[in-house]
């Protein structure tokens, strides 16, 4: 095949995790995409109809999902080869979804706001891979999900809302160091907002408004942590038309639960599996747990199209609810855990090849 004899040394040379940027800049260099790696791919996924062309004459359907097949690191220096292969690295196809769920931060909690330090090669890593990929994505991603033990700042966000304008879908890492000004800052931006995956915050008020001024299809919404009257009531005066809400895994308080029922009419989708569901949040001393739900509670979640809960005392998730007193210690169990959910457009399922482990591996090596 004559497109493959021809590949030119810049596809297979060894390059820095930084598009446009000079060599000298980057801290670290990533393996190389080998050629033989690349002509593997090819042969594997090209048509039979296109042996006799040139491998800057591949039609960029098969050039797409030839590179479907590589993480990011390989993309950078494949994106460089020619024209075609630069628009074909950046469809849409690919970059729907940037999942960089393994992706964590090495931090320390301290005991002054924002009560976590972390250290500076972590907020230096995270700046490079979010360069790359927003130069390779070309405003493309309209998904992103982050680790929650993921510790970004107001300027990573604000990089990501300017250069990911599409988003549709975000999964929110820790929000320690992102301020209000950021984060409504960068809900702005995102007007075809639809779901939102987020850690519990202590003023949830100003978030929900935002996202009922800026996001008219807003319409998803999961919250993990800490469920009271005065998240309730957030919610429900903000976000009316919500649909679909999921509490998964987190401390409720039965006013609250009944004030989200009574309130939000068109609300179809509610998950309260795995919640550890008490009469009040309780200042002190121990917590009244409900050990079941009542008639007032599943009357009024009938209605929905569907309703999941779980408070079964032989199933591990609300074991691990009771033993970790409602405030889930992800960290001690699989990393696959929390990113599950019974709503399956919550469900996070694996991580993909983009951002792979591969790739977590040669960025931490």
């Known amino acids: 095949m004559e497109f493959l004899l021809n590949l030119p040394a810049d596809a297979t040379s060894q390059c820095n995790l930084g ?70 690295c950046s469809d849409p196809f690919i970059w729907n979804t940037l999942d960089l769920g393994l992706l964590q931060s090495n931090f320390i909690q301290t005991r002054a706001s924002p009560y976590i330090w972390v250290d500076e090669r972590s907020d230096k890593r995270l700046t490079r891979i979010l360069r790359v990929a927003m130069a390779l994505s070309r405003g493309n991603i309209t998904s992103m999900i982050f680790h929650f033990n993921l510790y970004m700042k107001d300027d990573h966000l604000s990089y990501i809302s300017e250069w990911s304008p599409h988003l549709k879908r975000l999964v929110m890492p820790a929000w320690n160091r992102i301020t209000k000004v950021g984060i409504c800052q960068a809900i702005r931006r995102w007007e075809n907002l639809e779901s939102l995956t987020m850690p519990s915050i202590a003023h949830p008020p100003y978030i929900m408004e935002e996202i009922s001024r800026s996001c008219k299809n807003f319409s998803q919404l999961k919250v993990m942590g800490t469920f009271d009257m005065h998240f309730a009531s957030a919610i429900a005066t903000n976000l009316q038309k919500l649909k679909v809400l999921s509490l998964r895994c987190s401390i409720i308080t039965k006013e609250a639960l009944l004030y989200i029922l ?104």
């Open 262 to 365: 009574n309130r939000m009419d068109h609300l179809e989708v509610l998950n309260i599996s795995h919640c550890l569901l008490l009469e009040a949040l309780a200042t002190s001393g121990r917590k009244q747990i409900r050990s079941e739900l009542d008639q007032s509670i599943l009357q009024k979640a009938s209605r929905m199209r569907e309703f999941f809960h779980c408070q079964s005392s032989s199933c591990t998730t609300c074991k691990r609810m009771i033993e970790d007193e409602g405030l889930m210690r992800w960290y001690r169990y699989e990393d696959w855990f929390w990113r599950r959910d019974e709503v399956s457009t919550l469900d996070l399922g694996d991580y993909g090849k983009l951002f792979g482990k591969n790739c977590v591996n040669s960025l931490t090596a």
């Open 19 to 88: 598009v446009g940027e000079e060599k000298s800049r980057a801290p670290f260099a990533p393996p190389v995409l080998e050629q033989s790696t690349l002509i593997i791919y090819l042969v594997k996924m090209a048509d039979t109809k296109f042996i006799g062309k040139r491998w800057e004459e591949m039609e960029t359907d098969v050039l797409v999902k030839i590179f479907k097949e590589l993480n990011m690191i390989q993309l950078a220096p494949v994106s460089r080869v020619c024209r075609s292969w630069r628009l074909a």
